[in-house]
């Protein structure tokens, strides 16, 4: 079986040597030796030739006639949850959707600040305050520990 090792280093070689913020999400190989590499951008999103070139770069130094193999090397999808640190760095000042483990609970907002421990959202609601008739704009900073996130989606809107 190919070793996971072998595909990260084959894959980061060809990374560095592109330099423009290139990064893997996630590689997973299955037991018939399938090769999924998921990769993406820091800024701005990931160009076909960009993943033409790694998966060019782990084919070519992979022996196939030792180990038969297949590769799939694609971008992390939009419509994906996060799944490493860097797409929350990305993604600071957008409009993020997080469900989180306690009650399933959903928070929807703007993605303010993220660290090593936590992410901040920004939450905007209309809430009846003490002493007035009608609701108003309310706008508070939520914390989360990634313990507490079971997932976090980008908000798609046109």
């Known amino acids: ?6 595909v990260i280093k084959l894959a980061e070689e060809r990374i560095e040597e592109l330099n ?13 030796n399938q090769i999924f590499l998921e990769l993406d951008k820091e800024v701005g999103s990931i160009a076909i030739e960009d993943c033409m070139s790694v998966s060019r770069n782990i084919e070519h130094n992979l022996d196939r ?3 038969d193999f297949s590769l799939e090397v694609s971008s992390a999808g939009i419509d994906q949850p996060f ?3 860097k797409q929350y760095e990305k993604n600071v000042g957008k409009e993020v ?26 939450v905007k609601e209309k809430k009846r305050l003490e ?11 939520i914390p989360l520990k990634y313990n507490d996130i079971k997932e976090t989606k980008l908000i798609i809107s046109f």
């Open 1 to 6: 079986m190919i070793e996971k090792e072998t």
């Open 20 to 32: 423009n913020g290139v990064y893997i999400v996630e590689l997973k190989i299955n037991n018939g």
């Open 65 to 67: 006639e030792e180990e």
């Open 83 to 85: 799944r490493v640190f």
């Open 97 to 122: 959707k997080v469900l989180t483990y306690e009650h399933g609970q959903k928070i929807e907002g703007i993605l303010k600040s993220v660290d090593e421990e936590q992410i901040v959202i920004e």
């Open 131 to 141: 002493g007035r008739k009608k609701k108003v704009w309310v706008t508070e900073e």
